[in-house]
């Protein structure tokens, strides 16, 4: 299967890819700054009001690996339009609720967004070459955090001139230019190539019913309490469905996600590094941005407007940007798997800066910045990774199940900032100076244990290296 016996990609085919998986990703950044927003328009405490992440969070979890093996069968194009066509009705419903449970519908619809990433590079691969689909890939990989760069000036911009309902209302019309770039530059049709293989619905619910759990439980233990009845419950409920779904996908013929593929050294690495990095870069931008907006009556914060406040994160991009061309470039002379350890190896000295000095705005953006490298380096890779260890036809699960890693490793990243933070209470509804430091410290060390562990493989893989050449 090959890109040259199917349809061939028109002209405008990887922008229209590349703006879609951007769309996806601004929608994505409004949750976080418009949280205080929301619970003021609807008369609810902040803690109720973080439902807008948590549940936009569950339907991610659970739709994204479902997406992501439908992109392997032969209707991909409709799958994307189908999934636009869904997050603008959610960004329709939230930008027209007039209480908090229809508003938390908009925001569950809009869940689908974190799975349309992985359908872009499922499309990337099988209409282009390989060599050509690599750089393509690496640039949808890294529209997640140029998304959330441009996504948070843009969320603070609107909802301080206007209100919340202007940030999902723009939402909506960003999604429709984007379905029309697809309808229009994506070839359609059924792919005659494309496998008719039956879908796994019993994994399917096994591996949503665990995801959905895990992500409850990483998410609400913090409020509910670690040794609630409640929290536990949902533990058990993860550790169970997907205890079941890995038993069941390793013995059924046509598994959502082919785990033989996922623990190949490449596939397992870029999984690994997923979870660790997601789990840091959730911590390093949520609390830059509390303190960005938290009073300096705090002793920490830089009380940063809400309309500026999302500018912190624009440096976030350019950092993005800039690593992915330069990836693009390198690649042609340097192995794909050595940007993992030296992303993540940016990403450590941003939370360094971040854990030592976050008073300032210069050190905050500069955080950022170096931030931006670091994930658009490591981002970059991954995918990359995958796509020459899988074949054509399971891109998209194994995509799409790498993209959950990242989703769990933010969601743990937020469970573990929000734990820090409660465990150094103030007298206001903000956390101490100290509360943020041990924070950013948490942040340090995951990057700290995800590059040692990249940089001792790739020693113990150079080493096999020679050992074989040798025999």
Excluded: K
């Amino acid at each position: 299967m090959t890109a040259v016996d199917r349809r061939p990609a028109p002209r405008w085919f990887v922008q229209a890819l590349v703006y879609a998986a951007l769309t996806s990703s601004v929608v994505s950044s409004l949750g976080m700054l418009l949280v205080p927003s929301v619970a003021a328009q609807f008369d609810i405490p902040v803690s109720q009001a973080q439902w807008m992440l948590t549940v936009n969070l569950l339907v991610g979890a659970v739709a994204t690996p479902v997406m992501g093996r439908l992109a392997d069968g032969p209707h991909t194009r409709r799958l994307l339009l189908i999934s636009l066509a869904v997050i603008f009705v959610g960004s329709i419903v939230a930008t027209v609720a007039t209480n908090f449970t229809v508003f938390l519908l908009g925001r569950a619809l809009q869940g689908l967004l974190y799975g349309t990433v992985p359908v872009t590079i499922a499309l990337a691969r099988r209409h282009m070459s390989f060599a050509d689909s690599q750089p393509a890939i690496s640039t949808l990989s890294v529209t997640v955090s140029i998304g959330l760069g441009l996504g948070y000036p843009l969320t603070g911009v609107l909802a301080a001139t206007f209100d919340h309902r202007a940030a999902f209302a723009f939402a909506a019309v960003f999604v429709v230019t984007a379905a029309v770039g697809v309808w229009r530059f994506v070839p359609g049709g059924p792919d005659p190539l494309a496998p008719r293989t039956p879908f796994d619905l019993r994994g399917a619910i096994l591996l949503g019913v665990g995801l959905a759990a895990l992500v409850l439980w990483i998410s609400e233990a913090q409020d509910w309490g670690w040794a609630a009845p409640a929290t536990l419950a949902a533990l058990v409920v993860a550790l169970i469905a997907l205890v079941a779904w890995g038993l069941h996908s390793v013995r059924t013929p046509h598994p959502l996600v082919n785990l033989r593929v996922v623990r190949t050294p490449e596939v397992l690495l870029a999984n690994a590094t997923a979870i660790g990095l997601g789990v840091a870069m959730y911590i390093g931008l949520s609390i830059a941005s509390l303190v960005a907006q938290a009073p300096t009556s705090t002793g920490f914060g830089l009380a940063v407007p809400l309309m500026w406040a999302g500018f912190m994160m624009a440096p976030l991009s350019i950092g993005s940007l800039t690593a992915n061309r330069s990836v693009r470039v390198l690649s042609r002379r340097v192995d794909m798997a050595v940007f993992l350890p030296v992303g993540a190896a940016v990403m450590t000295a941003a939370s360094v800066l971040l854990w030592l000095d976050h008073d300032h705005i210069w050190s905050l953006a500069l955080g950022m910045f170096l931030f931006g490298v670091g994930i658009g380096s490591g981002y970059a890779a991954m995918p990359a990774l995958i796509a020459r260890s899988v074949a054509v036809h399971q891109l998209g699960s194994a995509v799409s199940f790498n993209q959950v890693l990242r989703t769990v490793g933010g969601a743990f990243g937020a469970a573990l900032s929000a734990a820090v933070l409660a465990a150094h209470p103030s007298d206001s509804t903000y956390s101490t100076d100290e509360g943020i430091t041990v924070a950013f410290g948490v942040g340090v060390a995951c990057c700290v244990v995800v590059t040692a562990a990249l940089l001792v493989h790739a020693v113990v893989g150079r080493e096999r290296g020679r050992r074989q050449a040798a025999l």
